[in-house]
């Protein structure tokens, strides 16, 4: 296993090039890329793929089982079951992406500004992270949605919000590890400010563990979407989102199991992408798991 | 000692954030309770009964005394107490979450050992690849393809429902799929590491069978992390078993919350998330302890590094 880097014909190799060359290499990462690249130009051309209305009702063929028109058959009101799936990629995948940036955007900054300052302010955010954390995760958005009420967008600034403490943990433990090392010292010898040095100098440094982190997050965030969804939470009756169109078809499961085979295949493989992906990741972007 | 003292400051910030998170949610519940049809005198008359009139401090202070004396209201639902709903609900959330536990931690535990002691074999990509598609499956939906398997087409166990040993077989292994992946992977890392440490090849060297090195030897260190990931699951397990009830209609406290939620009954939302973080919190604070036993080498005496 040790072979790995043998012919060392390449002008010096960056960081970054190894980490690229380390993941090319790995067949699940590529695997779960492949994935996610496919879900997410469904989900942004959805509406130019000339695909049938996924709201257009046509209830003389409801719960029609699949056929070469309708690959994926015909929900309860009879629209295309395949539209819909589809434009579910839009809606989740969006989802996702929002509602990782919420929880980065607020928990990075706090997390780093924690780790860097240390003292009373530290004190203070790690308690409140203490106690969000004894939440369980699912708990804390199911009750976030419920503040906030039903609806898309909540779902997603719940989620968000629940992912926060991760991303505070993660930038602050980066942090940490890094602040004494010598040119951190340096740029604070020099004169630059604290906003400066943690945001310029120290973060982009932690920027590994964190683009993993979203990685998974993206994921996570998928997944309690459709549970929320699923348990009437979330976005509401005809919009084509994943859990709840799988809340609806399962009162036609023994009829017409498609209906709930679908819908749940799409969270799965869309889930299972993003996760042999980020698992790749940290395997490439941690030099010391970067063999085998 | 000092574990369980910590735990203190992080119960007291979990009652003051349920307070102030059953209190933004909108809504009047003096009105839900009275029904919309009431008249504003009778209205007036349950907000003053709820002590809604009173400045949040002094209703902080009402909610923390009550919650201390194991008040928690009546279900503006049902009106029966929140205590006697929940003492009934929560028990069958137990069995169910304690089942699953028991399906992530056997099948995760030996999948784990399995995978690193024929490390790179096919029965390891296999049991990895399983582990992952474990993770990845969104719980209600495995629920529902178990239920479609399991009980429409083969009819070998009851789709719904509460009672007999085989009511939990489908429930069971639903919530407990994605920990058992997750316990998988953690084991196999966890031993990897372990068996490449000198003390293994110490005790391979002295002669002694390959079983007794990873059984005796190598298991007992790796199960630290091991035991973490299983705790951390716990939260998992309380917010899946929320989807996993309503897939298996089992009667448990996870339905009841969502009952709750969509009826907007405050004072059970109130009780039951305040009795699952509790539980997630004391699981957690055992967890610690367990480490003190499994590890001689931790001790909770002075303040230790970063976790």
Not at chain 1, 100 to 117: D, F, N, R
Not at chain 1, 146 to 167: C, E, K, Q
Not at chain 1, 247 to 256: D, E, P
Not at chain 2, 246 to 257: E, N
């Amino acid at each position: 296993m040790k072979g790995n880097g043998t012919a060392k014909q390449a002008p010096a190799p960056t960081p970054t090039r190894l980490a690229l060359r380390s993941l090319r290499r790995n067949r699940a990462a590529m695997l779960g890329l492949a994935v996610v690249l496919i879900f997410s130009l469904a989900a942004a051309l959805a509406p130019m793929l000339g695909l049938p209305d996924p709201y257009q009702a046509s209830l003389a063929q409801a719960l029609e089982a699949p056929s070469r028109e309708h690959p994926f058959g015909r929900d309860e009101l009879g629209r295309d079951l395949f539209s819909r799936v589809v434009h579910g990629a839009r809606i989740s995948l969006t989802l996702g992406l929002i509602a990782m940036a919420i929880g980065a955007a607020v928990g990075v900054p706090v997390g780093a500004l924690s780790g860097y300052w240390g003292g009373r302010f530290d004190l203070i955010v790690q308690r409140l992270v203490d106690i969000i954390l004894a939440f369980p995760g699912t708990l804390l958005a199911i009750v976030v949605v419920t503040i906030l009420g039903v609806g898309l967008d909540n779902v997603m600034i719940a989620i968000g919000i629940a992912s926060i403490p991760t991303y505070v943990r993660l930038a602050r433990g980066s942090v940490l590890s890094i602040k004494e090392i010598g040119y951190v010292a340096a740029a604070r010898a020099v004169g630059g400010g604290d906003g400066r040095i943690v945001f310029r100098h120290i973060l982009p440094n932690c920027l590994g563990p964190l683009i993993v982190q979203s990685t998974f997050q993206i994921a996570t965030a998928i997944l309690w979407a459709a549970g929320l969804g699923f348990l009437g939470l979330g976005a509401q009756a005809p919009t084509p989102e994943w859990g709840t169109m799988l809340s609806r078809g399962r009162l036609y499961m023994r009829v017409a199991p498609h209906l709930t085979a679908y819908p749940g295949l799409a969270i799965f493989a869309v889930v299972l992408g993003f996760n042999l992906l980020g698992d790749g990741l940290r395997d490439a972007l941690d030099p010391r798991l970067r063999k085998v | 000692m000092k574990r369980l003292l910590l735990a203190i400051p992080v119960l007291f910030g979990v009652s003051v954030l349920v307070f102030a998170m059953i209190r933004l949610i909108p809504g009047c519940p003096a009105v839900a309770m009275a029904g919309v049809h009431a008249d504003a005198q009778f209205i007036e008359q349950v907000r003053r009964d709820l002590g809604l009139d009173r400045s949040l401090p002094a209703q902080y202070g009402m909610f923390l005394g009550d919650l201390l004396r194991g008040e928690l209201g009546r279900s503006t639902f049902s009106g029966r107490p929140v205590l006697r709903e929940l003492a009934e609900r929560f028990p069958r959330t137990g069995e169910l979450t304690l089942a699953s536990m028991g399906v992530a931690t056997a099948v995760g535990v030996a999948a784990g050992i399995v995978s690193s002691t024929r490390r790179n074999s096919p029965v390891d990509n296999l049991g990895m690849v399983v582990a992952l598609v474990g993770v990845a499956m969104p719980v209600f939906w495995l629920g529902l393809m178990l239920q479609l398997l399991f009980s429409v087409q083969l009819g070998w166990f009851p789709a719904t429902g509460r009672g007999t040993l085989t009511h939990l077989v489908l429930p069971a292994l639903t919530l407990g799929a994605a920990s058992a992946g997750i316990v998988a992977r953690m084991t196999r890392s966890s031993m990897l590491e372990v068996l490449r440490q000198d003390f293994i090849v110490t005790a391979r060297s002295k002669g002694l069978a390959e079983r007794v090195v990873v059984y005796r030897h190598a298991l007992k260190n790796a199960m630290i992390p091991v035991v973490t990931i299983v705790g951390l699951q716990v939260g998992t397990l309380l917010g899946g078993a929320v989807l996993t009830e309503t897939v298996f209609a089992w009667p448990g406290l996870g339905r009841l919350l969502v009952g709750a939620i969509l009826a907007r009954d405050y004072p059970v939302i109130q009780g039951g998330v305040l009795l699952l973080t509790v539980t997630f919190v004391a699981v957690n604070l055992a967890v610690d302890l367990l480490y003190v036993h499994l590890d001689p080498r931790i001790r909770y005496v002075s303040r230790g590094g970063e976790s």
